[in-house]
Structure formats: C-alpha cells, structure tokens
C-alpha cells in the first residue's frame, strides 16, 4: 500500500525560509527540491538537504516534573501552574521566550496567551529592536534579486559561504555584474574570494571600520548584516544610522525560522537580551518561564547557566517539537508537531508571506488548551488567527518605514585574543556538525594545543574563530557571532 504524502513546506534553518517540498512515508521523511520556489528556486544548504535527519529526532512524549505524561495531562498540568502563578506572582513577571521555528499563527497564539495570563514575551533580540525600533529592522524586498542589482555591497559579521549560501550566490551575480563587494568582521577565509575588499578585524573594530569607510561608500549601498542573540550592538547601530544618513539600506540575517515575523506581529514586548532575562530570572524579577521552540537549555553559549536559571523556577513550561536530552525536573513538557507539518503561513527576510503546506496546530492548539484549563478564555480560534496574520501581514508591509538613527551603545570588549563563535542551523538545534577552527599567527601555538583543527591566516589578528560552542570560552565570547 503506497502512504507516500507530499508537503508543501519550507527549511527552518533560517529565516529566508526556503521552499522544499517534505515526503512522508509512514515514519520516515525524505526530501524533494522544490524547483518552482519564488526563493531558492529548488537550491539548498547543507543543513536543507540533511532536513530528514533532523526531522527524525522529534518529542513524542509529554512530561510533567521529569514523569512522562499524556498530552491531557501536561495540558491541565500547565493550566494548574499559571493558575497559581497569577495568585502568587507578586511584583515579579513572567516570559514567553520564542526565538522562532514557529508559524505567524502560533506567534499570534502566544501573544495573546500573554495577554491571557500578563506574561510578556521575548523573540532573543528584543535587545535589538529596543535600541534600533521594529521598523528599522524591517525592509520588504520582496525577492532577493535586490541583491543581484546592488551596485554596492557591504558584509557586516557575516560569512554567507557557512550560513547564507543562497545569499553568497546573488552576490557572486552581483559582483559579476560590476558591483563593489566589501568584507568586514573576523573571518576572511571564505568571503576573500567573493569581496573585492576585506577588513579583516576583531569584533571591537568592526564598529569603527564602518565609520572609517562610511565617507567612501557609495549612498545606495545594499549592508547585509547578520543579526541574532549574540549579535554585537555596536556594528549593527552603526549600520543603521549610516542607513538613516543615507539612501543606503540593510538587509538583517536572522538566525531563526520566522523569526522576522516577531516584528510586523509586534510579539516581543520584553525588549531583552536572553543574558538579560537570565538575569531577571536568577534574581527573581522572573518567575515563570515558558519556552517554545527555543532549546537553549543545550544550545546557548552558556547553557549551564541558562539551564540551572530555568531549574530554579517554580513554574517552567516548554512546549516544543525536538527531544530534550534531559527532561528538567521542574518542567511541563508538552509535545507539538514537527515544523513542516504545522499549518499556517510563516514570513521570510524579505518580508514575503508565505504558505506552509501541513495540517496540524502547533503551539496555537497548546495554547488554546491551557488556557481552557485555567478556566480563561481568549479568542484563539485557528481560522480566526489566521485571517489576523494575513491582515496584519498587508497592514505592515504596506507602510514604509524610514531609518532613524540612535545613539551608539557602550559596549565594554574583552581583551585579546578574542574567541568567536559563529553559530549555524546545527549548533542552533544541538546537532553534530564538522569541527572547522581557525587562528591568526599571533595565537597559533596556544590555540593549537586547545583546537583540534587550526589554520593560519585565515581570520584577523588575534582572534581564534570556532563552528561549534566552546565552554572553556564562554565568558569572552558570549555577545558575539
């Protein structure tokens, strides 16, 4: 009997979202390049084409304080929980953190929960759009041609030959056609071969390189700058503020799936870094936590830390698609489909909306249920969130919102030689990825007895650069990427 079904979906590696189309047959899960995709025209990065195998750990099993447990029973568990928390909670506050991998429905979903419960919520660079504005961050492109076109292109931190190679090929088309490509940040290994220029320079001065350089570049420069948890403010003010000075304009990288999608559903109102709400939790000014698709307890730079914050709390809910290693003791786990099965509509960088192709709720459905067992009530039908999302969708796109320039923040840099981590989709998710790792001469021989795979030349002076998380480096290298 043939149970083969095909799904209309789209990578969550990152957030330019692009299309491919997810076999099922029965339990396994294959792949099939979608080549009529407005995005990647059926093209992947290594992290798509191995999407069967991340698709194959999934969270089948809800839990209740580290005990398995039904779906019914994690779901009153959770209602139990912010019932009491709403008695007890005092002057503290409580946080939704979703960094992405869910559908503008779901985020609508846990926004309003938030509103249900008055919990804030969080997307992982609430920090950012605080200082820059939500409307800064955000430019509809439309397509990714705007690059093709671009006479002028700045990289800012960001290697696209390891995380964007869609982008790295529009700006291979883009060089060939005349433009002007410049580099600027610690790695320069991959990017000399598609730049014309390279700074290569430590994380303290790639601020300053942009205000050395600004006077020579032409107005209409295209900055694409990657931005994410461990993003450095610095470099990305000063993006911006050349924008608001200029005709220029700046494409923002995300880390996560849909993550653009929090600004135009204004869903983070905490406006805080993850360090940040770690400190709100460890001294008690945060006293219920719910996660959502957000599995940082193994994949945050410090994840002891972000662990044992999360562990000390009375009231913790993670809802999520993706085994956990370690069920906390403390937690409700509560287990929801994998993304591709999810339906719903979802935005990428561009600001396109876009369709997913499953059948199932996700967090939305979570959300509506634990509400109902709390004994509240909220408007979270899906038919309903979704004709919200495609409205608030047009409504935002349809505005076009200037740069504003703001102050610089002060930022206090940790001495040489500096230890930088570029996470990618598998670091993100905890999967294994092959060890590249890199040291400049002036660190060689005290890198090589640390690193098991070293080579010179290849970064700037005095800097050791890592693909994976190093915890012996944590403390120097936790607020960049």
């Given at each position: 009997?043939?149970?083969?079904?095909?799904?209309?979906?789209?990578?969550?590696?990152?957030?330019?979202?692009?299309?491919?189309?997810?076999?099922?047959?029965?339990?396994?899960?294959?792949?099939?390049?979608?080549?009529?995709?407005?995005?990647?025209?059926?093209?992947?990065c290594?992290?798509?084409?191995?999407?069967?195998?991340?698709?194959?750990?999934?969270?089948?099993t809800?839990?209740?304080?580290?005990?398995?447990?039904?779906?019914?029973?994690?779901?009153?568990?959770?209602?139990?929980?912010?019932?009491?928390?709403?008695?007890?909670?005092?002057?503290?506050?409580?946080?939704?953190?979703?960094?992405?991998?869910?559908?503008?429905?779901?985020?609508?979903?846990?926004?309003?929960?938030?509103?249900?419960?008055?919990?804030?919520?969080a997307?992982?660079?609430?920090?950012?759009?605080?200082?820059?504005?939500?409307s800064s961050?955000?430019?509809?492109?439309?397509?990714?041609?705007?690059?093709?076109?671009?006479?002028?292109?700045?990289?800012?931190?960001?290697?696209?030959?390891?995380?964007?190679?869609?982008?790295?090929?529009?700006?291979?088309?883009?060089?060939?056609?005349?433009?002007?490509?410049?580099?600027?940040?610690?790695?320069?290994?991959?990017?000399?071969?598609?730049?014309?220029?390279?700074?290569?320079?430590?994380?303290?001065k790639?601020?300053?390189?942009?205000?050395?350089?600004?006077?020579d570049?032409?107005?209409?420069?295209?900055?694409?700058?990657?931005?994410?948890?461990?993003?450095?403010?610095?470099?990305v003010?000063?993006?911006?503020?050349?924008?608001?000075?200029?005709?220029?304009?700046?494409?923002?990288?995300?880390?996560?799936?849909?993550?653009?999608?929090?600004?135009?559903?204004?869903?983070?109102?905490?406006?805080?870094?993850?360090?940040?709400?770690?400190?709100?939790?460890?001294?008690?000014?945060?006293?219920?936590?719910?996660?959502?698709?957000?599995?940082?307890?193994?994949?945050?730079?410090?994840?002891?830390?972000?662990?044992?914050?999360?562990?000390?709390?009375?009231?913790?809910?993670?809802?999520?698609?993706?085994?956990?290693?370690?069920?906390?003791?403390n937690?409700?786990?509560?287990?929801?489909?994998?993304?591709?099965?999810?339906?719903?509509?979802?935005?990428?960088?561009?600001?396109?909306?876009?369709?997913?192709?499953?059948?199932?709720?996700?967090?939305?459905?979570?959300?509506?249920?634990?509400?109902?067992?709390?004994?509240?009530?909220?408007?979270?039908?899906?038919?309903?969130?979704?004709e919200?999302?495609?409205?608030?969708?047009?409504?935002?796109?349809?505005?076009?919102?200037?740069y504003?320039?703001?102050?610089?923040?002060?930022?206090n840099?940790?001495?040489?030689?500096?230890?930088?981590?570029e996470?990618?989709?598998?670091?993100?998710?905890?999967?294994?990825?092959?060890?590249?790792?890199?040291?400049s001469?002036?660190?060689y021989?005290?890198?090589r007895?640390?690193?098991?795979?070293?080579?010179?030349?290849?970064?700037?002076?005095?800097v050791?650069?890592?693909?994976?998380?190093?915890?012996?480096?944590?403390?120097?290298?936790?607020?960049?990427?």
């Amino acid at each position: 009997m043939i149970s083969l079904k095909v799904i209309d979906s789209h990578c969550p590696g990152c957030s330019i979202l692009c299309g491919v189309h997810i076999i099922e047959d029965g339990d396994t899960v294959d792949i099939e390049f979608m080549k009529h995709s407005v995005i990647n025209h059926g093209k992947l990065c290594r992290f798509g084409v191995e999407l069967p195998s991340y698709y194959a750990q999934r969270l089948d099993t809800c839990y209740v304080n580290g005990v398995e447990a039904t779906y019914d029973e994690a779901i009153h568990a959770a209602g139990a929980s912010f019932q009491a928390w709403l008695k007890e909670r005092g002057r503290s506050d409580g946080v939704i953190l979703c960094t992405g991998d869910a559908t503008n429905e779901e985020l609508l979903a846990l926004k309003r929960m938030g509103e249900t419960f008055d919990i804030r919520r969080a997307s992982g660079i609430g920090h950012i759009v605080s200082t820059l504005g939500p409307s800064s961050m955000q430019k509809k492109f439309g397509y990714f041609e705007v690059i093709e076109h671009a006479k002028s292109i700045v990289l800012v931190d960001v290697d696209p030959s390891v995380r964007y190679p869609l982008i790295l090929r529009k700006i291979q088309i883009a060089r060939d056609q005349g433009a002007e490509v410049v580099s600027i940040g610690a790695d320069k290994a991959h990017v000399s071969h598609v730049a014309d220029t390279v700074y290569a320079v430590t994380p303290d001065k790639v601020a300053l390189t942009l205000q050395d350089i600004k006077d020579d570049l032409p107005s209409h420069t295209l900055f694409i700058c990657g931005v994410g948890p461990y993003s450095d403010m610095s470099a990305v003010v000063e993006v911006n503020n050349i924008c608001a000075a200029t005709s220029s304009r700046a494409m923002f990288l995300k880390d996560h799936a849909n993550s653009e999608a929090t600004l135009p559903y204004e869903f983070d109102n905490m406006r805080k870094s993850v360090d940040e709400i770690l400190d709100d939790i460890e001294s008690g000014r945060i006293s219920a936590v719910m996660l959502v698709e957000t599995p940082y307890m193994e994949t945050y730079l410090d994840d002891k830390r972000f662990r044992a914050a999360c562990e000390s709390l009375e009231h913790f809910l993670i809802v999520q698609s993706r085994p956990l290693s370690s069920p906390p003791g403390n937690a409700i786990v509560i287990s929801i489909p994998p993304f591709y099965q999810r339906k719903g509509t979802v935005v990428n960088i561009c600001g396109r909306l876009l369709e997913m192709g499953g059948d199932k709720e996700g967090a939305s459905r979570a959300c509506r249920d634990i509400i109902t067992a709390a004994g509240l009530k909220a408007p979270l039908d899906y038919e309903g969130i979704n004709e919200d999302a495609i409205r608030m969708h047009e409504r935002w796109y349809s505005h076009k919102p200037e740069y504003r320039r703001v102050p610089p923040p002060e930022r206090n840099y940790p001495t040489t030689p500096f230890h930088v981590y570029e996470p990618n989709p598998y670091l993100l998710r905890a999967m294994p990825y092959p060890v590249a790792k890199r040291a400049s001469p002036e660190v060689y021989d005290t890198a090589r007895t640390k690193e098991r795979y070293v080579r010179k030349d290849a970064v700037a002076k005095g800097v050791v650069l890592a693909y994976e998380r190093d915890k012996r480096y944590t403390d120097t290298i936790s607020h960049y990427e």
